[in-house]
C-alpha cells in the first residue's frame, strides 16, 4: 500500500445485474490504498451492500461517488429521478431547487454514497456545445450561481459532499471533453465576469469539492494546458482560499489523454494542484507513477497537501454505512410536481388531440455505446390513464410524434442528427403533436406545424409528466 494511492479513485459499473464481476478489482484496489471510488449503475440494495463491503474489507473512511445531476436514480435504480438542472433552472425557484439537492443526498446518504459529483456550474451560453445543454442551469450567470449555491448548501447541510463541475466552465465549447481536448478562446476578463461566477457561488457556499475541466483556456493560461493540468487556472481556487478536494474529471477522457499517457496525465494534474484522480482506467499504473513521481515530479509539499486535503474530506464526509432510509414515496411526490411545473409549450399549445392516439417515436440517442433508457414510459402511463392508444394504424385517431434528444457524450453534436431528422420530416406534417424530450432549442428543428410540449429530458419522470399533460386533452 502507498500514501499517494489515497489519491486515486477507480470507477465500479453494474453489469448484467451485478457488481461481482468488480470483485477482483475492489481487492486489489483496496490493497493498493485507493482513496474510494467512482459507481454507475446498479440497484439500491445491490448500492448499499457494495458500499458496506467496501468499507468492511477496506476498514477506514471511503469517498464513494457518483454523479446525480438528476437525483440519485440517474444511477441507483429504485431511488428518486429529478427534472434536469436547466428545467430548475427556468423554474427559477430556488426553494425547490434546494429541496432537489436535500433530497439527492438523503438517498445518497441511504446507499453509502457521500460524494456527488454535482452541480453542474457551467453556462449554457453555446448552442453548437454538445455535452452540456440540459445539464446546466441556464445560460445567465447570475441565475447559474444562484442555483448552485441553494443546491450545494442543501446537500452539504445533509450529510453528503457536493462538487461543483467542470471548473472553470465547459459551457463554451463546441468540443466534447469525452473526445478530445477542447479550447475556451474567451478573454479572462469574460471568464470572470460570466462562467467563473457560479464557481465563486460555490464556494462561498462552502462546496467541499470541485471538478477540474478537462478543457483549455488559451487567454488565460496560452499553454494550452486543460485546466486541470494548468496551475494559473487551478491558482484561482486557491487565491480564494479554498480549501477542499479538487478532483480532476474521468482520467479516462479524450481531453485528460489529449497530450500524455494517463498514468502521466494523473501525475501532471497532482503536480499542478488537482489533489484526487477520478476514474483512471489502469488505476494501479497510475499509483506506481505517482509513487516515482513523490518527491520529485510531485514536490513532497504538494503530495502532502493533497493527501491532507482528501483525509479532511474523508473524514469529515465519509459515514460507517447507510444512512436510514427516506420516504421514497415523499420523494415521488415531490419529484412528480416539480416535472408538471417543468412542463412547457415551447411553440403553440394543443387545445384537443383526437383518440384514440398513434405514438410514433424519434429517438436521438440510439446508435452509441450505451443504452438508453425506457421509451415506453409515455404510453404505458397514456393507457393507465385510460387513454386508448392504437397500434400503428393508419386510422382517424391523433398522432403523436416523440422526440428523445439528451446531450450524450457519443454524439459529438449538439443538435439532431440526419437520421432524425428525416423521421421528423415524414412523421411531422399532419401530426397533432411533437412531445420534445431535449433541449428548448431543437424545438426548431421540428418541421412547422404541430405544437410542441417541452418535456427537457427522456427519463421516465419526465415521460410520465408528459402523458398527465396529454390525457386530458381528448
Not at 451485478?18 to 454507475?40: K, T
Not at 436547466?86 to 429541496?99: F, K, N, P, Q
Not at 457561488?201 to 478543457?215: D, K, T
Not at 503530495?303 to 414515496?329: F, K, S, T, Y
Request: aromatic fraction near 6%; proline fraction near 7%.
Amino acid at each position: 500500500m502507498t500514501a499517494l494511492a489515497r489519491l486515486v479513485f477507480p470507477a465500479l459499473r453494474w453489469r448484467n445485474g451485478s457488481f461481482a464481476h468488480e470483485r477482483a478489482r475492489i481487492d486489489a484496489a483496496l490493497a493498493a490504498g485507493v482513496g474510494g471510488f467512482i459507481l454507475f449503475g446498479g440497484t439500491s440494495e445491490a448500492v448499499a451492500a457494495l458500499t458496506l463491503v467496501l468499507r468492511d474489507i477496506a476498514g477506514r473512511p471511503l469517498l464513494i461517488g457518483a454523479d446525480l445531476e438528476r437525483g440519485a436514480a440517474q444511477q441507483v435504480r429504485g431511488l428518486t429521478e429529478l427534472p434536469p438542472p436547466a428545467a430548475l433552472g427556468v423554474l427559477d425557484d430556488l426553494e425547490a431547487t434546494a429541496a432537489a439537492g436535500v433530497l439527492t443526498a438523503r438517498e445518497a446518504a441511504a446507499v453509502g454514497i457521500n460524494w456527488v459529483f454535482a452541480p453542474v456550474c457551467d453556462l449554457d451560453v453555446e448552442p453548437a456545445n454538445p455535452i452540456v445543454q440540459t445539464r446546466s442551469f441556464g445560460a445567465d450567470p447570475a441565475r447559474v450561481a444562484a442555483h448552485a449555491e441553494a443546491w450545494i448548501r442543501a446537500c452539504q447541510e445533509h450529510g453528503v459532499l457536493a462538487c461543483a463541475k467542470h471548473y472553470p466552465g465547459h459551457g463554451r465549447t463546441t468540443l466534447d471533453s469525452h473526445e478530445g481536448l477542447p479550447d475556451v478562446t474567451a478573454s479572462r476578463e469574460m471568464l470572470e465576469r460570466a462562467d467563473l461566477a457560479p464557481f465563486a457561488a460555490a464556494l462561498s457556499a462552502g462546496v467541499g469539492s470541485v471538478m477540474a475541466a478537462f478543457v483549455s483556456y488559451s487567454a488565460w493560461d496560452p499553454s494550452g494546458r486543460a485546466a486541470g493540468f494548468s496551475p494559473e487556472i487551478l491558482g484561482w481556487l486557491g487565491a480564494r482560499r479554498f480549501a477542499g478536494v479538487t478532483v480532476t474529471d474521468a482520467l479516462i477522457m479524450g481531453g485528460a489523454l489529449a497530450v500524455d499517457t494517463e498514468a502521466a496525465a494523473a501525475v501532471r494534474a497532482v503536480q499542478s494542484g488537482c489533489d484526487a484522480l477520478l476514474y483512471p482506467r489502469d488505476f494501479a499504473a497510475v499509483i506506481r507513477a505517482l509513487d516515482a513521481a513523490a518527491g520529485g515530479e510531485i514536490p513532497a509539499a504538494r503530495a502532502d497537501d493533497a493527501l491532507a486535503r482528501v483525509a479532511a474530506a474523508a473524514a469529515r464526509w465519509a459515514r460507517p454505512g447507510p444512512a436510514d432510509p427516506p420516504d421514497l414515496a415523499a420523494h415521488g411526490a415531490f419529484a412528480d410536481g416539480l416535472a408538471d411545473r417543468a412542463l412547457a409549450w415551447w411553440r403553440g399549445a394543443a387545445l384537443r388531440v383526437p383518440r384514440p392516439l398513434r405514438i410514433a417515436i424519434v429517438d436521438d440517442d440510439v446508435g452509441g455505446p450505451y443504452t438508453v433508457g425506457p421509451r415506453n414510459v409515455f404510453e404505458g402511463a397514456l393507457r393507465e390513464a385510460g387513454v386508448e392508444i392504437e397500434g400503428s394504424g393508419t386510422g382517424d385517431g391523433g398522432r403523436v410524434v416523440l422526440v428523445y434528444a439528451e446531450p450524450r457524450s457519443w454524439k459529438g453534436r449538439a443538435l439532431l442528427g440526419e437520421r432524425s431528422l428525416g423521421r421528423l420530416r415524414a412523421l411531422v406534417p399532419g401530426a397533432d403533436l411533437v412531445v420534445l424530450f431535449g433541449h428548448p432549442r431543437l424545438a426548431a428543428q421540428v418541421p412547422a406545424g404541430p405544437p410542441v410540449l417541452g418535456a427537457w429530458h427522456g427519463q421516465p419522470l419526465m415521460q410520465r409528466a408528459a402523458a398527465r399533460r396529454v390525457a386530458p386533452l381528448g
